[in-house]
């Protein structure tokens, strides 16, 4: 029985000839239909706007990347942000500062002809005015029938302030100025802890309601 050979149609559906012309076919196609228009796509349903309600609002102390960081914001640790004076800056500003102060002390002569010179600042003027303020800060001195004010906390600055020049300044003073400030601090030490101490035993034994 012989095989019975597939029939089909091969259809050219390519739109020019090799010249480049536009075949008849297409071109009778593309006139009997019209090129459908697009349909546009519907446009989303205007959303109604929202209402403002006051919220909480984002604010932001730090400098853009852009700019660079000054004032007291600046970090103290980073060196070119704080550029250190040159030697002629410091120089003039010294010299500068002199001046000044020569021109203050002759004001204040004129003002009180009595006056005498004012002399240098010295380890021992330091010493004693941290030593004063640490005093006054635990309620010395008192005049009568006043109740002392103390500040324990503005004392034991200074007191901490007292030790640190100690540390910084060890090997660095003449005798007379280590002894002063030896005596400053054991003085000062002491009547911290008398303070501290009276303070703690009377939080352990507060007195009873109504008294004076």
Do not use: C, W
């Not at 000044?100 to 010179?117: F, H, I």
């Amino acid at each position: 029985m012989a095989e019975k050979t597939p029939s089909f149609t091969v259809s050219d559906r390519r739109k020019f000839t090799l010249e480049g012309e536009l075949r008849e076919e297409t071109a009778a196609t593309e006139e009997e239909s019209p090129a459908q228009p697009i349909a546009s796509k519907p446009a989303a349903p205007e959303q109604p706007a929202a209402e403002s309600k006051p919220g909480p609002r984002l604010v932001t102390t730090a400098p853009a990347a852009s700019e660079e960081a000054t004032g007291p914001e600046a970090r103290l640790d980073d060196e070119e942000l704080i550029p250190e004076p040159t030697a002629q800056e410091s120089a003039e500003q010294h010299a500068a500062y002199r001046q000044s102060s020569e021109d203050l002390d002759s004001m204040l002569r004129q003002a009180n002809p009595g006056m005498g010179p004012s002399g240098p600042v010295t380890m021992e003027h330091i010493i004693q005015s941290m030593y004063l303020s640490a005093v006054v800060a635990m309620g010395a001195p008192t005049e009568p029938g006043q109740k002392p004010r103390i500040d324990i906390i503005g004392a034991r600055q200074s007191i901490d302030m007292l030790g640190v020049l100690q540390e910084k300044t060890k090997g660095n003073l003449m005798e007379k100025e280590q002894r002063l400030l030896q005596n400053a601090l054991f003085e000062l030490r002491m009547m911290f802890l008398d303070i501290t101490n009276a303070i703690a035993k009377q939080a352990q034994n507060p007195p009873p309601r109504g008294a004076r």
